[in-house]
């Protein structure tokens, strides 16, 4: 398969270290935007700095910047995913809102029928939220929120990330090993 190009756009919901995650075993060329409000998340949860995650990516945007190439349509990539999203971004998108990097490069997303991942993190859900949802999956975004499984028997936190980033993977089409697939062992 070829490398895929992913958008990651990190912003201030809780579960950075799904991102990080991500930035660490996507066989994947990633473009990585944080918003302004995740940088202190980040540091909070994980210990990094955002240099530190920005390293790991391809490319790495300013989210202030609007103009940066990802905020064209003629930027052509295989997906984009906000992970972990906030519902304030959440709520911008739904809305097209496009007043930062993320956002506008997620309005670009739908307007160009491309694949739009986003990972809410929220509990519990506002009636608000839900219909942002609705509104976003309506217009062709993949709701996929930050929800482990409990089947696979995760012994660790890391099991349960590595399970929801897994997941992303998939729903980007990126090959991947951290998902433990239900009944793998069974022959066809
Ligand atoms: C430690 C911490 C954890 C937070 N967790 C969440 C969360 O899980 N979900 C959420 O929607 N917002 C959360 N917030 C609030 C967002 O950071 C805030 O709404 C911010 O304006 C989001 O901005 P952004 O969408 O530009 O990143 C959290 C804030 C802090 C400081």
């Keep these: ?37 995740a940088g202190q998340v980040i540091e ?14 391809t490319f790495n945007y300013d989210d202030r910047d609007v103009a940066a190439r990802i905020s064209s349509g003629s930027f052509i990539f295989d997906a984009m995913v906000i992970m972990p999203c906030s519902m304030n971004t959440l709520a911008k998108v739904a809305s097209g809102i496009s007043d930062s990097l993320i956002t506008r490069a997620a309005s670009v997303a739908l307007k160009e029928r491309r694949r739009l991942i986003m990972v809410p993190r929220e509990m519990p859900l506002s009636r608000i939220a839900i219909e ?31 399970f929801m980033v897994g997941r992303v993977m998939d729903l980007c089409g990126i090959d991947n090993e951290l998902v433990k697939r239900w009944k793998s062992e069974e022959r066809d």
């Design 1 to 37: 398969m070829n490398e895929r190009k992913i958008v990651l756009g990190i912003t201030g919901a809780s579960g950075s270290i799904m991102a990080k995650r991500f930035l660490e075993t996507a066989r994947a060329e990633i473009h990585l935007v944080i918003s302004s409000n």
């Design 44 to 57: 909070y949860e994980t210990g990094l700095k955002e240099e530190d995650l920005k390293k790991m990516s």
């Design 132 to 162: 942002n949802m609705l509104r976003l999956t309506e217009s062709g975004a993949i709701i996929s929120p930050a929800m482990p499984a409990f089947y696979t028997r995760p012994q660790t936190v890391m099991d349960m990330v590595d």
